[in-house]
């Protein structure tokens, strides 16, 4: 890996873990599907995805929204020990040096990527993709099961119950609008714990580990020319492939089981919610998705 210099930067050789390369069609996903308000959803299934723009997730007027996330526009992150020194270069002057000892946080690297992204939930074994011991069992259940804290996003879901059709579609609809498109699983890594840049073709899909719980699925689409911000991308009538229905509805009859069980395990970990919340949930159920 070359060392970048860009901004004055001087910064020691570091080599970032390189991932799995990503899939347009997500093969090890089980289950795809959309957490929103209820119109967004039935918008969804009627053929319009709303995608917004990476700068979108970092615009401090976001902060309180659960899709809040400021490092989604870093293309690499660099530990103090992973450097020798910082130089601030300026036109006509003697660059100004900071050793590495002097800086008090990691520095990161971010760039204006002018993406526009369609963010999704993503049911797949991840790291338990091979046979493992059965006392690692409470361990693969906590990763595999939907935690709800994802009902912040929505009182409706959108359920892909046809992956692949789905995926072709989305990238005929782009690819008829000359629009670049790519769709892969998100990676969660340490950014406290990570040093280098991060892979070219992974930038917009490399997250923080403290949102893993979000396993997202992500269509990434560009144009040299630019993309309306927000991109509303029209792929035709999803409805006979794409079923909205109810939060509740949807952690109650999601269940999978393991070969040779008898019963049933919840997919969507049962949990207490705020009174408040538990109050719209009733009367969203008693409407209807």
């Not at 229905?245 to 969507?268: C, I, K, M, Q």
Request: proline letters at 6%.
């Amino acid at each position: 890996m070359k060392m970048p210099t860009e901004s004055g930067l001087q910064i020691a050789k570091v080599q970032f873990d390189q991932a799995q390369e990503n899939e347009q069609e997500p093969s090890p996903a089980s289950m795809l599907f959309k957490v929103g308000e209820p119109e967004h959803m039935q918008e969804f299934a009627n053929g319009t995805l709303y995608c917004n723009s990476l700068r979108y997730f970092t615009d401090p007027s976001n902060a309180a929204k659960l899709c809040f996330d400021a490092n989604e526009e870093l293309i690499g992150v660099y530990q103090r020990e992973h450097i020798r020194e910082l130089r601030i270069a300026s036109s006509g002057r003697e660059p100004i040096v900071i050793g590495a000892s002097s800086l008090a946080a990691p520095i990161r690297i971010g760039r204006k990527n002018d993406v526009r992204l369609f963010c999704m939930y993503a049911v797949h074994p991840g790291p338990w993709r091979e046979v493992f011991d059965e006392r690692k069992l409470p361990s693969f259940l906590n990763y595999i099961t939907i935690k709800t804290r994802i009902v912040g996003f929505g009182l409706s879901v959108a359920l892909v119950i046809d992956i692949p059709a789905f995926v072709k579609r989305v990238r005929a609809a782009a690819d008829a609008l000359d629009i670049h498109n790519s769709g892969g699983l998100v990676r969660y890594v340490d950014l406290k714990g990570t040093s280098g840049m991060f892979p070219e073709r992974q930038l917009g899909r490399i997250k923080d580990k403290a949102y893993e719980d979000e396993r997202e699925y992500r269509f990434i689409f560009s144009k040299p020319e630019g993309l309306d911000e927000p991109l509303r991308l029209n792929v035709g009538s999803l409805r006979d492939i794409v079923k909205v229905v109810t939060w509740t509805n949807f952690s109650r009859g999601a269940r999978f089981r393991f070969p040779g069980e008898f019963y049933l395990r919840y997919l969507v970990r049962p949990k207490r919610f705020p009174r408040k919340l538990k109050k719209r949930l009733k009367r969203h159920d008693s409407a209807g998705a």
